[in-house]
């Protein structure tokens, strides 16, 4: 079993720059295709950004292309989701997620592919 742990969120200005950390237990994810998911208040439940198992190859959702960055350090078994250019609307919950298999889901926009959930950390940007 696979638990994910999300740091690093809070209170910015827009503008700002924020790196969100997620610390899997239970086992080594390095292997494992990771990615990140956001849901604001009131909201569908939406996809940020995904990353192979090695890095070479991420995908973004559209409203943070250019702005975040999806990363991860395998022998330290973390991966980082840094934000930058920050904007009100980036306001939410964002949660970690990982899938077993070392590729990107096909499917990957989708939350039900994802096989392991993070509790999700607190991303507030004030105007």
């Known amino acids: 079993q696979v638990q994910l742990v999300e740091s690093g969120g809070g209170l910015v200005q827009a503008g700002d720059s924020l790196r969100l950390s997620c610390a899997p237990s239970?086992?080594?994810?390095?292997?494992?295709?990771m990615g990140w998911f956001r849901q604001a208040p009131g909201k569908e439940r939406e996809f940020v950004a995904a990353?192979?198992?090695?890095?070479?190859?991420?995908v973004y959702g559209d409203s943070v292309r250019g702005r975040f960055t999806i990363s991860r350090d395998n022998a330290k078994n973390t991966v980082y989701l840094q934000m930058n250019s920050l904007k009100p609307e980036d306001t939410a919950v964002y949660y970690c997620?990982?899938?077993?298999?070392?590729?990107?889901?096909?499917?990957?926009?989708?939350?039900?592919?994802?096989?392991?959930w993070g509790q999700g950390t607190q991303v507030t940007v004030s105007s």
């Open positions: 239970g086992r080594t994810v390095s292997t494992y295709a």
């Open positions: 997620v990982a899938d077993r298999d070392a590729a990107i889901p096909i499917n990957y926009g989708l939350r039900f592919i994802w096989d392991y």
């Open positions: 990353m192979r198992w090695s890095g070479s190859r991420t």
